[in-house]
């Protein structure tokens, strides 16, 4: 019985077998490693990914597609929404780091990266095909259009690449967007910061981004009694993530 997707899981099942291909081929999964895919749908990827790894745990919210998924050997299905999910305990489970991948919806793609951000250590890697405009955002570079918070709070904690850019016409049904999938990967060490302190900073920031920071920025740290020095006459875009992570260890 064919599965009819499901808006209000923002499902678009990836159909494409040269980009599946490749997808699998950039994620280079290798046996016995504690892979997570988040939202498997139907099965596209998860296929080739279990070929090359054996075991693999999958995500999956719609009830009808984890029923399926729970009748293939090799499959752990954890039916849940990814939000609640403890990845932090599943890699305890696993007894290494985990390497998560996933066709992320395009309703919930940023609260699940932040989910994700908050069991960093749990992770070895992620590969996730997103939105193209989302990915575009979060490897974008200071003084571009696309540098946001997002931006910022990601790549404090994570390395960014975009991978692959994927069409609408690899997916069925064709989502009315571009898709990319990016590559994260955990800093080793990062920098030592107050992760709340640092996205209240950086939301300052950018709440008014065609002002300079002396009068955004500059009464929030005013407030705080900051006497250092950090030049003001600057748009947030215009400002590195090393330079807020270093303000928001020093405020």
Request: aromatic share 6%.
């Amino acid at each position: 019985m064919k599965h009819i997707a499901r808006k209000r899981f923002g499902q678009h099942f990836l159909s494409d077998g040269y980009v599946i291909e490749a997808i699998v081929d950039a994620i280079d999964p290798q046996p016995g490693q504690a892979l997570v895919e988040i939202g498997p749908g139907l099965g596209a990827i998860t296929q080739p990914l279990k070929a090359r790894c054996q075991q693999l745990t999958v995500v999956e919210l719609d009830r009808d597609l984890a029923a399926r998924l729970r009748k293939q050997d090799g499959l752990t299905v954890v039916e849940s929404d990814v939000l609640k999910v403890d990845f932090a305990a599943l890699q305890a489970e696993r007894g290494q780091p985990l390497r998560v991948v996933g066709n992320l919806p395009y309703n919930i793609s940023t609260p699940i990266l932040f989910h994700l951000l908050g069991a960093v250590q749990a992770v070895q890697d992620q590969h996730f095909m997103l939105q193209k405009e989302v990915v575009d955002r979060m490897v974008a570079e200071p003084g571009s259009k696309a540098y946001g918070r997002l931006s910022v709070m990601l790549q404090w904690r994570y390395h960014m690449e975009l991978v692959i850019d994927v069409p609408p016409e690899a997916f069925d049904p064709p989502p009315r967007v571009e898709s990319a999938v990016v590559r994260m990967l955990p800093w080793p060490t990062p920098a030592a910061v107050d992760v709340a302190r640092l996205e209240e900073l950086v939301a300052v920031a950018f709440s008014q981004r065609r002002k300079v920071l002396r009068n955004t920025l500059g009464h929030w740290l005013e407030e705080r009694g900051f006497a250092g020095d950090f030049d003001l006459a600057r748009r947030a875009e215009e400002v590195p993530v090393a330079e807020f992570v270093a303000l928001a260890a020093a405020v």
